[in-house]
């Protein structure tokens, strides 16, 4: 079955520093992949998404490659805001299935 | 923008209480969602529903029924509660036969059972 594996957190970094989250995935075909994140207090909401192997998402100067040849999509951003400071999911949509499989989520803490 | 929205955002029932939770989209989207949220086990998915009337058991169901009377609509029910359905319940919504199917969520309901 599908599955998302993420690096632990918390992670603790100060403002400005860069970022790096972990993300691998096992699937069968080929999925899309997800961040999203999670501000304290709220749902998630969608960060940025890729569909194909070598696709680069980014938003809000978050990005991630889809990395099929590792079955990867890492997190990176140059430099973290305190703003930044919220949990990270990745996720997987494979095919035609309607679920989407979440990793278990990474807490970032950016300190000013 | 899309919204979903859920019916309360906090949340104190006793033990043994029937509890009702709404989730309401304003997208017309035909894919509905409910997800429990605990520290260290991520999202689990509890149900979902593709259409009206039509019901998927997800990964936690037991101790959990759903409802889904009107496209927009999708209702979560705790038949008897117990505390171990202590938890953040999220709603989530989607299109259908989309190859990106991204979901959308609610602001999540904070569940306390005494």
């Known amino acids: 079955g599908n599955s998302v594996t993420q690096m632990e957190g918390p992670v603790t970094l100060s403002e400005e520093a860069f970022l790096t989250i972990n993300c691998t995935y096992t699937?069968?075909?080929?999925?899309?992949l997800f961040w999203y994140v999670q501000y304290p207090g709220e749902g998630l909401q969608l960060l940025l998404k890729a569909t194909k192997a070598d696709d680069k998402g980014s938003n809000k100067g978050f990005e991630a490659t889809y990395r099929k040849e590792t079955t990867s999509f890492h997190l990176e951003k140059g430099s973290v805001q305190v703003s930044d400071s919220a949990v990270y999911f990745c996720?997987?949509?494979?095919?035609?299935?309607?679920?989407?499989?979440f990793g278990t989520g990474t807490k970032l803490q950016v300190i000013p | 923008d899309v919204k979903v929205t859920q019916s309360s955002r906090y949340l104190v029932k006793r033990t043994g209480e029937k509890v009702f939770l709404e989730c309401v989209q304003d997208m017309d989207h035909e894919n509905m969602f409910w997800y429990r949220q605990d520290p260290g086990l991520g999202l689990r998915l509890i149900y979902f529903?593709?259409?009206?009337?039509?019901?998927e058991k997800g990964d936690i169901p037991e101790g959990y029924s759903v409802s889904r009377e009107k496209k927009e609509r999708f209702s979560l029910i705790l038949e008897s509660a117990s505390t171990n359905q202590t938890s953040m319940y999220l709603c989530?919504?989607?299109?259908?036969?989309?190859?990106?199917?991204?979901?959308?969520f609610g602001p999540g309901t904070r569940l306390t059972v005494t």
């Open positions: 699937a069968t075909g080929y999925p899309s």
């Open positions: 989530a919504s989607s299109f259908r036969d989309r190859a990106m199917g991204e979901q959308y």
């Open positions: 996720a997987l949509k494979s095919g035609g299935y309607q679920k989407v499989t």
């Open positions: 529903s593709y259409d009206v009337k039509m019901k």
